[in-house]
């Protein structure tokens, strides 16, 4: 598999041997969870790629989770006790998890961490996360094609970088092929609140919204989409196909699986290393869920071809012209974006109304 | 037949014993949750009482933690027990201890890097001070316009917690966070940490604060003449107007002191145990702060030991959680099962249980 190595991954002292866990005895790998497993999003794609790891490896591993853990100081305490029981290998998956990841790796340095979406790193702790800015892109141009009120709803959860990139990427694709298109962004400040998102998404209907894209977890606003008609919706970290083939047109999926099965092979190989990686619709961490046949044949060709001009790295999301919200040039004619300016993204690109609240 | 007869006294007895039977009706029916999710009941119940004091593995790091996750519970709960007892319902701890968190780590990092020592003492007094303000709302409100303060002092936690998710992505973001939510992590600046006084013990001063409230509590209500009005002003309002109590101090006295004590837990868990001011923040410490406050019989000795056993549920749930499987909603519930318990049989407090046939109604 082609690996692709992230800001020349920090320090990445080669921890030889180290780990000569006897053969009989199971790797024991810990995942700690920002939501319910049952969210049908983010954490549920978390979880199915623990069962993946089960699957792969039998009796050879041994999996612990934990669901639901706040992001500061209970997570430094649930990570405390998942490395005293044992843990070989704990994933962290969620951005908040981050200080306390680093706090704990510095008391267990023989335990390896894999903290997902973050960007400290440590000689036993590696950062992982998906370029979903690709499938957004996707999802842009389907929800420009699709609009007829030309109003794009958008429920964003918090403002960071990723969530900025998202609405970024989705806005410049939906325009390129609806130059009328206008994006009404709400930002709800959770990840995960059914009543919350399903409001944010009511309150996007009322304004007029026919698309409602979703950085927020809950299968809520796809319930509100469904309820309201004539609203098209994507499933968010997830295929959420049960709201198939109306609301949900389609959809991002997080496919951690691979990886996580490549990293724990690693620990039981003892060829584990720090490393940051930022993998794509190419190496398969981001997919397409299937797009339904509510949408035309025509879009659903370009879409693909979308999808396909990404992964075979023939066209960049972010490429020039491009101006920030301001006016001011970003990217000349041609140019793409480089990896740091996506990672810390904090501005909107021109035409995006409204600001990033700060 | 069974009858309940209404007692001319609450019982003595029954006050002391009904939390602990709550606790044993709680094992039972949380044993009988655990049984029916499919796990050993005994090995749930063993694992969320037994293990964070005495399992060898994790003991050693369990026991301090216990602490740690005990001292905000414990000084909520002893200031929300003073109101309490006087018939003033505070329900909005939760908010003034974000504010404290927010004014003492706003104070603090304004004055970022200096290492002045004066700095941690500074940002104390700033926690207690914005948690107070915070109160003042809903007593200002109540006392000048009659407002019902449970209604405001909740309803002001949710400003709270948008005025927090507006200062971590804003006024007091890391400027070199690379523009992610929240504050500089103050643990790892000397000057405003809250670290651990003694190692491996989990004694920080926001522990040390709760103790000490604990026994002042303790003088307060049965050695001073205002805890003397605010039981009188509980139990007999009228009784207290004529004994010269007067309703608005009592008002402003019990919702400042619980909002002052709120904004302490806040500062001394942002500066200690979280280290940053960040969205999510806050984890219910004021609303779980209630249930101590009830489980302890609005006594401070009483709190005290609620505020460990409320612990002990949280980091004994935490292991069942990973190492038994055992889904989170499962051990909350577990934890709600407790509240109520407490709350069901103190009809025994109350009313005493007759059997036999009833005596026709003179």
């Known amino acids: ?45 978390h979880n199915q790629a623990r069962l993946a790891v089960e699957e792969e490896y039998g009796d050879a591993v041994e999996t612990v989770f934990q669901e639901s853990v706040p992001e500061g100081a209970d997570a430094e305490r649930v990570l405390t006790q998942m ?40 000689p036993n702790v590696s950062t992982y996360s998906a370029r979903f800015y690709e499938g957004r892109a996707v999802q842009g141009l389907i929800a420009g094609r699709m609009t007829e009120s030309n109003r794009i709803g958008y429920i964003a959860s918090f403002p960071i970088p990723e969530v900025v990139r998202g609405i970024n990427a989705s806005y410049l694709a939906a325009k390129a092929v609806n130059p009328d298109v206008q994006f009404n962004v709400v930002w709800a400040f959770t990840w995960f609140d059914p009543a919350k998102e399903a409001d944010a998404a009511q309150a996007l209907i009322d304004q007029g919204a026919d698309v409602i894209l979703q950085h927020t977890d809950s299968t809520a606003p796809q319930a509100a989409a469904a309820e309201a008609g004539d609203v098209i919706t994507f499933g968010q970290a997830s295929d959420m196909a049960e709201y198939a083939p109306m609301p949900r047109v389609s959809s991002i999926i997080d496919n951690w699986a691979p990886y ?9 190989d003892g060829s584990w290393e720090s490393q940051q990686v930022w993998y794509g619709i190419d190496e398969g961490m981001v997919k397409i869920g299937e797009i339904s046949d509510a949408v035309p044949d025509d879009v659903r060709e370009e879409a693909m071809a979308l999808r396909d001009a990404i992964s075979a790295g023939e066209t960049h999301p972010f490429t ?18 480089d990896d740091e300016t996506l990672l810390g993204m904090d501005f909107y690109v021109e035409g995006l109304s409204g600001e990033i609240p700060n | 037949m069974i009858r309940l007869e209404k007692r001319p006294q609450p019982s003595a007895i029954w006050k002391t014993v009904t939390p602990l039977l709550a606790v044993i009706l709680t094992i039972v029916a949380g044993g009988l949750m655990f049984a029916a999710l499919g796990t050993d009941p005994v090995a749930a119940i063993r694992t969320i009482f037994w293990d964070p004091l005495f399992h060898p593995q994790y003991a050693s790091y369990s026991r301090p933690q216990l602490l740690v996750k005990a001292g905000p519970l414990i000084l909520i709960a002893i200031g929300l027990s003073i109101g309490f007892r006087a018939g003033i319902w505070n329900i909005g701890a939760e ?27 500074m940002m104390v007094a700033a926690g207690a001070l914005g948690g107070w303000l915070w109160a003042m709302i809903p007593a200002i409100l109540k006392t000048h316009f009659n407002t019902n303060e449970i209604l405001v002092s909740l309803l002001l936690v949710y400003v709270a917690e ?21 504050s500089r992590n103050l643990s790892q600046w000397p000057a405003a940490s809250n670290p651990e006084l003694i190692a491996g013990t989990g004694m920080h001063w926001g522990v040390m604060a709760a103790f000490v409230a604990v026994i002042l509590a303790y003088v307060l209500m049965s050695r001073h003449l205002t805890g003397f009005h605010i039981q009188l002003a509980g139990q007999a309002p009228r009784a207290a107007a004529f004994a010269g109590v007067r309703p608005e101090r009592l008002v402003v006295f019990c919702l400042g002191l619980s909002g002052a004590l709120a904004g302490l837990a806040g500062i001394f868990e942002v500066t200690g145990p979280a280290g940053q001011l960040s969205i999510d923040f806050n984890v219910g410490y004021g609303f779980t702060a209630i249930i101590v406050a009830f489980l302890g019989r609005l006594h401070p000795a009483g709190i005290l030991l609620a505020g460990l056993l409320m612990a002990l549920t949280y980091i004994g749930g935490e292991l069942a959680s990973f190492t038994l499987g055992i889904p989170a909603a499962a051990i909350q519930s577990f934890q709600g099962m407790l509240l109520f318990f407490l709350l069901a049989v103190d009809v025994l407090t109350n009313y005493r249980i007759r059997l036999g046939r009833t005596e026709a109604a003179t």
């Open chain 1, 1 to 45: 598999m082609y690996r692709r190595v992230l800001l020349s991954a920090t320090a990445a002292l080669a921890l030889t041997g180290g780990f000569a866990a006897a053969q009989d005895e199971p790797t024991k790998v810990g995942f700690v969870f920002v939501g319910p497993i049952g969210d049908g999003g983010w954490t549920y794609e």
């Open chain 1, 83 to 122: 490395a005293l029981s044992g843990a070989d290998l704990i994933f962290t998956t969620s951005f908040g998890y981050m200080d306390p990841t680093i706090n704990v790796a510095q008391r267990f340095p023989d335990v390896k961490f894999e903290h997902a979406t973050g960007y400290k790193t440590a």
């Open chain 1, 260 to 268: 996580y099965i490549e990293r724990v092979g690693d620990v039981m």
């Open chain 1, 320 to 337: 020039g012209p491009i101006n920030r919200q301001d006016g001011t040039e970003w990217l000349a004619e041609g140019e793409t974006a």
């Open chain 2, 95 to 121: 908010g003034q201890y974000i504010i404290g968190a927010i004014t003492g780590a706003g104070a603090g990092l304004a004055l970022y890097p200096s290492e002045a020592w004066w700095i941690f003492p």
């Open chain 2, 162 to 182: 948008n005025l927090m998710a507006s200062m971590a992505v804003g006024a007091l973001r890391n400027p070199e966070g690379g523009g992610f939510p929240g």
